[in-house]
């Protein structure tokens, strides 16, 4: 994902997911991680994602959903568990998932 | 910043900040990002902070607050209203920033 994600007008709910990679499962967490983002587009309540790996490993990725329902629908589907699964057991040292309540926006685009 | 930040129990606030960059003043760029970062561990009610920049150049970083007003006068502070101007005039070629109330956090540490 190369963009800013376009949304609505708050409120909506952001999932800010940061995490730091184990060394194993590079190939298999990639297409997990593309994956997911495929799978999050197709759920009902979606709004937008946005996601960074820099050369340091930390992660982030960003969920914008409509409601806290959408969001925690999302964590509960079996595809996205069984991969739940995986990070805890081999691809993740550490992660932080934070539900968050969107409040006020401010955007840019250059000339 | 390579790590996940760690918080105290919610609420608090984050601020998500991301961002598309153009081609321009990629050293005066790095520099003043690295001196954000640091101007933002200086200021009262910061919290912690985490930052990547993909190699598709999306960046994302999210600055944690202990309230509203914390993370607004960060925002007002003299040497980051400057580096807020070169921003929207040289940096960045798309940006949202967005203000949220962090409601429920997970983490995970493996073994």
Do not use: N
Request: glycine share 8%.
């Amino acid at each position: 994902m190369s963009s800013v994600a376009s949304t609505p007008d708050p409120p909506y709910v952001a999932v800010v997911f940061t995490s730091t990679r184990t060394d194993k499962g590079r190939e298999a967490y990639d297409e997990a991680a593309t994956r997911m983002i495929a799978l999050a587009h197709e759920q009902p309540g979606f709004l937008g994602i946005e996601s960074a790996r820099g050369a340091d490993g930390l992660g982030i990725t960003v969920s914008y959903w409509q409601d806290d329902e959408a969001a925690g629908a999302f964590g509960r589907v079996m595809e996205h568990r069984e991969v739940q699964r995986s990070g805890r057991d081999e691809w993740y040292a550490t992660f932080a998932l934070r539900v968050c309540r969107v409040e006020r926006v401010r955007t840019f685009e250059a000339d």
